[in-house]
Structure formats: C-alpha cells, structure tokens
C-alpha cells in the first residue's frame, strides 16, 4: 500500500512561482509512475502532468499547463515534484498527486488508471 502527502499549496499573485512535493512512503517508488491532477470547485479532475517510474518520459496536457509547469521526481528522496511558474487564477484548484506500478517508460494520464491518491494541497492564485 503506497501513502501519499503533498505539500507546498498555498496563496499566491498571478504571476508567482510555487512548487508542489509528493512524498510517497510504503512502496518501492521507483517503480510507480505518478501524475498530479487538479480540481477545481464544480469541475472535473484533470490531468496536469505525468511522469515515468524512470522518470525518463514525462506528459502535460496542451496548452493549459504547457511551458509553466514541470514535473520531475526524486526516486532517491521518494518524491515527485511539480514546479508552477507564472501562475494564473485559473490554475486555482486542489492538486493531487496519484501513482500507480509499473517499470518502465510509461506514463499515464486517466483518473481511472492510477491506484493511489493523496489528500490534496489547496493552491489559490489572486489575480
């Protein structure tokens, strides 16, 4: 069973750059490919981005997040990162990191295809 905690979430300018960590604990981490989602109040949960167990192949979703946000991991420190500069007030939304097993180069971007989630970290972006 893997556990997730993100952290980082918070209250921002338009603008502004904020980092998002997802630490996993109960799993050999390097071996999940994990993605960050959002969701906003009345809307669905999206994918933001993606990344490979190897960390070798990464996604984002055109143009919403494309050339603001990056994804990388640590499989050293058993976390996933997601780096958000220029942020917008429609970027206002929780954000969840979510993994899934599998080695290799694959990634995944379906709400249906990952196992396990974490709990949320709130990011508020005031124009």
């Known amino acids: 069973q893997v556990q997730l905690v993100e952290s980082g979430g918070g209250l921002v300018q338009a603008g502004d750059s904020l980092r998002l960590s997802c630490a996993a604990s109960?799993?050999?981490?390097?071996?999940?490919?994990m993605g960050w989602f959002r969701q906003a109040p009345g809307k669905e949960r999206d994918i933001v981005a993606a990344?490979?167990?190897?960390?070798?192949?990464?996604?984002y979703p055109p143009e919403s997040v494309k050339g603001r946000f990056t994804i990388s991991r640590d499989n050293a420190k058993n976390t996933v990162y997601l780096q958000m500069n220029n942020l917008k007030a429609e970027d206002t939304a929780v954000y969840y990191c979510?993994?899934?097993?599998?080695?290799?180069?694959?990634?995944?971007?379906?709400?249906?295809?990952?196992?396990?989630w974490g709990q949320g970290t709130q990011v508020t972006v005031s124009s």
């Open positions: 979510a993994a899934r097993y599998y080695i290799g180069d694959g990634y995944y971007t379906g709400l249906n295809e990952y196992h396990y």
């Open positions: 109960g799993g050999t981490f390097s071996n999940y490919p």
């Open positions: 990344i490979s167990s190897n960390g070798r192949v990464t996604y």
